[in-house]
């Protein structure tokens, strides 16, 4: 009996998870949006709402990561990985974070960005949410098939690369251009607002990676 409860608490976990990363997935799916329609038309009605579901699904993240925790030190589950599942959690709930930071400053400091450097932009956020997708996959595997973890980390890898290369090829189209140079520094802080979230899917990628070696020894 007491088996079964735990298997069914266990199973509940998973859920919660799935769900978490669920959270996370959408958040790319809307932070690509909002990206897009600033470029389209700066800080609109669009653009606000994009921000505000991004807050909303960090929100309840959030929510799902403290569920998580209470759940594995109140029902004692899976104590061999419990640290581990707690840190894959909290790192790539700082991903959120720096999706809705990024949103954030693009409200604030409304950067001028020239139309010549929109498919650049748009290329390096659709490169960004392209690892931070293949991060949850491997992520929601963790737990029903770690052998898997590493075929969706070598996308998170890929794609981090190409978000490096679009951003330098990108920076250097900024300082080649007529622009001032605090406006040069201005747009490549944005670049590197972007392309930070690729590194951070990495850097939980690369816990991943252990976490799924330690679960299959």
Known sequence: ????RLFRRTKELESQVD???DQLSEAAVIYRLAVRGYLRAGVSEEFTARLEHVCAKETEADSLRRQIEHALYTNLLIPDSRGDVLGLIETA???LSLFKSSL???EVETPEIHKDLNAGYRRLTNMVVKSVDELAAGCRVFFRSPHLVSSYNAKVTLYEK???KISYALKKQIFSSELGLSEKIHLREFVDHIDAIADQAEDVADRLTIYAVKRQS
């Open 1 to 4: 009996m007491i088996s079964a």
């Open 19 to 21: 769900k978490f990363f």
């Open 93 to 95: 709930d700082e991903i």
């Open 104 to 106: 954030w400053a693009f």
């Open 162 to 164: 190409e978000a490096d």
